[in-house]
């Protein structure tokens, strides 16, 4: 194998780190394909070479991201602990990649393509992980009998305050008020 075949992955990813810096310096209108090469040290055509164009790039980032959070967000919920503890740290995950793109995901997503149909099912790997969360959390007797599809897609909907609030505490306050809510016997359905 060559070098430059060895060292595509890493110029790939590169480019994409490049591309967050850029869009988090200047917003999605301000990105220019010469200033990612630009940032990521590489010329402008080499971008080329990995991606077909800007729509490309975006999307590429878009799932990279993603696929990083969910990977973070599995390992949080399949860790050792009890159902709050892993809790608390799926939304620490969770915020850190809010905080991250702060309000520029729904819109990279959206200009890397016009269809949103890959973004569903991009979603739906994220809500399998919580629903197999859940079903651990049932399933292990620390919550009662819910309706596992809801109780994740509750979950899933969670969003970052939109006023300046302490982390931390934020994040432990939030898992006292959903973990004691889940607690409570469900009054319709289960699973």
């Given at each position: 194998?060559?070098?430059?075949?060895?060292?595509?992955?890493?110029?790939?990813?590169?480019?994409?780190?490049?591309?967050?810096?850029?869009?988090?310096?200047?917003?999605?209108?301000?990105?220019?394909?010469?200033?990612?090469?630009?940032?990521?040290?590489?010329?402008?055509?080499?971008?080329?070479?990995?991606?077909?164009?800007?729509?490309?790039?975006?999307?590429?980032?878009?799932?990279?991201?993603?696929?990083?959070?969910?990977?973070?967000?599995?390992?949080?919920t399949q860790a050792a602990g009890s159902f709050e503890e892993r809790l608390r740290r799926l939304l620490g995950c969770r915020f850190a990649f809010?905080?991250?793109?702060?309000?520029?995901?729904?819109?990279?997503?959206?200009?890397?393509?016009?269809?949103?149909?890959?973004?569903?099912?991009?979603?739906?790997?994220?809500?399998?992980?919580?629903?197999?969360?859940?079903?651990?959390?049932?399933?292990?007797?620390?919550?009662?009998?819910?309706?596992?599809?809801?109780?994740?897609?509750?979950?899933?909907?969670?969003?970052?305050?939109?006023?300046?609030?302490?982390?931390?505490?934020?994040?432990?306050?939030?898992?006292?008020?959903?973990?004691?809510?889940?607690?409570?016997?469900?009054?319709?359905?289960?699973?």
């Amino acid at each position: 194998m060559t070098a430059a075949r060895e060292a595509a992955p890493e110029k790939r990813e590169q480019i994409l780190g490049a591309t967050i810096r850029v869009l988090t310096e200047r917003g999605l209108s301000g990105l220019k394909v010469e200033d990612v090469a630009r940032a990521a040290e590489v010329g402008k055509g080499t971008v080329y070479l990995y991606f077909a164009d800007k729509q490309a790039l975006l999307k590429a980032l878009v799932e990279q991201r993603t696929r990083q959070f969910y990977a973070e967000a599995e390992t949080a919920t399949q860790a050792a602990g009890s159902f709050e503890e892993r809790l608390r740290r799926l939304l620490g995950c969770r915020f850190a990649f809010i905080e991250e793109w702060r309000g520029l995901w729904w819109a990279v997503a959206q200009e890397a393509s016009g269809e949103t149909d890959w973004l569903v099912r991009l979603h739906e790997t994220y809500q399998g992980i919580l629903e197999r969360f859940v079903t651990t959390a049932v399933d292990g007797h620390e919550l009662p009998p819910h309706d596992i599809r809801l109780t994740a897609l509750v979950l899933s909907a969670l969003g970052y305050p939109q006023l300046p609030v302490e982390r931390e505490a934020f994040i432990n306050h939030l898992c006292s008020v959903l973990v004691s809510g889940l607690r409570q016997p469900e009054q319709a359905g289960a699973r």
